[in-house]
């Protein structure tokens, strides 16, 4: 695959922050997902410093949807210029500035779908290219970009990128998660 011009557009992250966290409040948390403090911060900051951190553009999407599939579409029409989008849930705190921009950087090399693997589990953000306008325009539901991934993957336009970021898997959904979360923070905070 070609490297990117230098001056070439990249693509921009969407930080999904408009679910209900339920599971999360069904664990026991008092506070909505995004909200829970995580080693001082809350959990979607930890997400967003990454973001910023990256030097991509970036969008958040925190108005109210029914699902997934409504917070991407509403995020891409935010967005109808970019170069292509990073769809980044805001429950992801340990993502790394660098995974955003090896994964934006590989889609703007001319992948068309691009997908993070850390032990060999598909993680998140996912990049999908600007011709992917206007089919995640008209997502709706729960099960996010999902079937997108699907029609990718029968195709082989989905390129799984192996990245060594446990933070594309380590999403928050229960106070166990948060829990984790901190653990790993702390042992990289300590590696360091």
């Not at 070439?8 to 997902?33: D, I, M, N, Y």
């Not at 935010?78 to 955003?100: F, H, I, N, R, S």
């Amino acid at each position: 695959m070609p490297s990117p011009s230098p001056d070439a557009p990249l693509p921009c992250v969407l930080v999904l922050a408009s679910g209900r966290g339920e599971r999360f409040r069904t664990s026991g948390g008092q506070v909505h997902k995004l909200a829970a403090m995580l080693e001082g911060r809350c959990v979607l900051e930890h997400t967003l410093a990454a973001v910023r951190a990256s030097g991509l553009p970036w969008h958040l999407e925190d108005a109210g949807h029914p699902g997934m599939g409504d917070s991407i579409a509403a995020a891409v029409r935010a967005t109808p210029e970019a170069a292509g989008w990073l769809v980044l849930p805001g429950d992801l705190p340990l993502v790394q500035a660098g995974t955003l921009r090896a994964i934006a950087v590989t889609l703007a090399s001319g992948a068309e779908v691009v997908a993070p693997v850390f032990g060999g589990q598909r993680g998140h953000p996912v990049g999908f290219a600007a011709a992917l306008g206007p089919q995640l325009m008209a997502l709706t539901g729960e099960q996010g970009a999902s079937v997108l991934l699907r029609a990718a993957a029968q195709r082989g336009a989905l390129l799984s990128l192996p990245v060594e970021d446990c933070g594309v898997v380590t999403d928050i959904d229960t106070l166990a998660d948060l829990e984790r979360a901190a653990s790993l923070l702390r042992a990289r905070c300590q590696a360091r």
